[in-house]
């Protein structure tokens, strides 16, 4: 069955030091997503991206995070300078439909560790 | 503001014991309401989409049920394979596409 995968699994990070999370949604799929995961806390919507568009961010997708889908199979998370406060899991999504009720298939995540 | 909220937290079954688990909702026009499992380290990995109230889906030891105020997830003689988070997000009119998820479920269920 297809999947999302994403790379690497696991990243540590010096505060204040930029890092890549990279992506490669299902083949077929057109829409993308990036959220992210604190230890015990809740799945955050950070993006949606549609057509090499940003669709919808949320508030935690400040000017320190973009994203960029640099050829016909890879997505990326960028975060300019890291801080502490970023470290969390980030799930990849992708979905072959928009909204309603289609559903949104995730990756195993990248771990973020900022030091 | 779209809310979603589950319960309990966590929930111990012996193999065998059939239980449910809630998810209430608040949203501004329902689009979607979608049950996930999420192993430790895993992403969430997709099990039903609910879109009317009324609307029943089943899978192997599992079927979600919708109304116009929460969902449920019931498991019927579950296996420790089944242990995992369950989680509910919901999608509503004000949402675009993203989906807002709750705190999530932790099953676990003992041989």
């Known amino acids: 069955e297809p999947e999302v995968t994403q790379t690497p699994s696991h990243q540590v990070t010096q505060m204040g030091q930029e890092v890549i999370l990279r992506c490669v949604p299902i083949s077929n799929h057109l829409y993308f997503y990036w959220y992210r995961q604190i230890l015990g806390q809740k799945v955050e919507f950070l993006v949606s991206f549609y057509n090499n568009e940003i669709s919808e961010k949320s508030e935690i997708f400040d000017d320190q995070f973009s994203v960029e889908r640099p050829d016909g199979s890879n997505f990326t998370l960028k975060i300019r300078s890291t801080k502490l406060e970023d470290s969390a899991m980030y799930f990849c999504a992708s979905s072959g439909q928009q909204g309603g009720n289609q559903p949104q298939h995730f990756g195993d995540g990248t771990r973020l560790s900022i030091l | 503001e779209d809310q979603v909220t589950q319960s309990p937290e966590a929930l111990r079954l012996q193999e065998g014991e059939s239980s449910s688990l809630n998810c209430s909702y608040t949203v501004s026009g329902l689009r979607g309401l979608f049950w996930y499992r999420q192993d430790p380290g895993k992403g969430p990995e997709f099990l039903f989409t609910l879109y009317s109230a009324g609307e029943e889906k089943e899978k192997e030891r599992l079927k979600a049920t919708l109304t116009k105020k929460e969902s449920f997830l019931h498991i019927t003689a579950p296996k420790p394979e089944d242990s995992a988070t369950y989680l509910c997000?919901?999608?509503?009119?004000?949402?675009?596409?993203?989906?807002?998820f709750g705190t999530g479920t932790r099953l676990q269920v003992f041989p």
């Open positions: 997000a919901v999608r509503g009119i004000g949402d675009t596409d993203k989906l807002i």
